[in-house]
C-alpha cells in the first residue's frame, strides 16, 4: 500500500513538474527535466544527506521511466491536465504527506536527532519542488507562499513521526502524514500563513 502511495506522489510531483516547464515555455527535454528533478530530487536530496548511495529513485528504473511517460503525456495533453488542477492540488498534498513521513522515517534509521529527523522529512517533501523553482528562474514558493502551509506542513509532519516512532513505525508514519496533509488542507481554508515582517 505504501509503494502504491509512493509511486502515486512520485508521479503527481511530476506533473506538476512538468505543467511548470509547460508554462514556462520549455522544449520537451526542459519539460522532462522539470518533471524528474521534481518527482525525485527531494528524496534523492534526502537519500545523499543519509549517506544512501546513490540515492534510491536513481536505482529505480522503472519509476524513472514512468516519471518520463509522465512528462510526455503532460507535455502532449496539457490543456487537460491542467483542467484537473483541484485533483492535482490534493495528489500533491497526498504526495507531500507522505515523502514527508517516509524522509522523517529514513532520519530516523540513519540515527539522526529531531532536527536532523525535520530536515530530512522536510527536503524529502519540498526538495523536488524547490529544485524546479531555482530551474525555471522563480524564487522557490516555499519562501514566500501565503495562505498555504507547504514546507512548515512537512516540517510539522516529521517531528510527528519523530515523536511518535516509539509506538509503531506504521503509526507514526499514518500520523505523520495525515498531520501534513491535514494542516495544508485546514491551512489552505482558514487562510492561515506564516509571519511575515513588517513595513
Do not use: C
Not at 513538474?17 to 508554462?23: R, S, T
Not at 524513472?64 to 490543456?79: D, Y
Not at 515523536?163 to 513505525?169: E, K, S, V
Request: charged share 15%.
Amino acid at each position: 500500500m505504501v509503494e502504491a502511495l509512493v509511486w502515486l506522489g512520485t508521479l503527481v510531483f511530476a506533473a506538476t513538474g512538468a505543467l511548470k516547464g509547460v508554462e514556462k515555455g520549455f522544449d520537451l527535454l526542459g519539460v522532462l527535466v522539470l518533471a524528474t528533478v521534481t518527482a525525485v530530487g527531494g528524496g534523492s536530496i534526502r537519500d545523499v544527506l543519509v549517506g544512501t548511495l546513490p540515492p534510491t529513485a536513481l536505482r529505480n528504473e522503472p519509476l524513472l521511466w514512468s516519471v518520463v511517460l509522465v512528462g510526455l503525456l503532460v507535455f502532449r495533453f496539457h490543456p487537460r491536465v491542467q483542467a484537473l488542477g483541484p485533483l492535482i492540488y490534493y495528489l500533491d498534498t497526498l504526495g507531500l504527506g507522505l515523502f514527508a513521513a517516509l524522509g522523517a522515517e529514513r532520519g530516523l534509521q540513519a540515527g539522526l536527532g529531531p532536527f536532523g529527523v525535520a530536515l530530512a522529512g522536510t527536503l524529502s517533501g519540498v526538495g523536488g519542488g524547490v529544485l524546479r523553482d531555482v530551474l525555471s528562474g522563480e524564487v522557490p514558493g516555499i519562501l514566500y507562499r501565503a495562505g498555504d502551509l507547504y514546507a512548515s506542513a512537512a516540517l510539522l509532519g516529521a517531528w510527528v513521526v519523530y515523536l511518535a516512532y516509539p509506538l509503531g513505525p506504521g503509526l507514526a508514519l499514518f500520523l505523520g502524514a495525515g498531520t501534513t496533509m491535514a494542516l495544508r488542507l485546514f491551512g489552505r481554508r482558514l487562510g492561515l500563513r506564516l509571519p511575515t515582517p513588517r513595513e
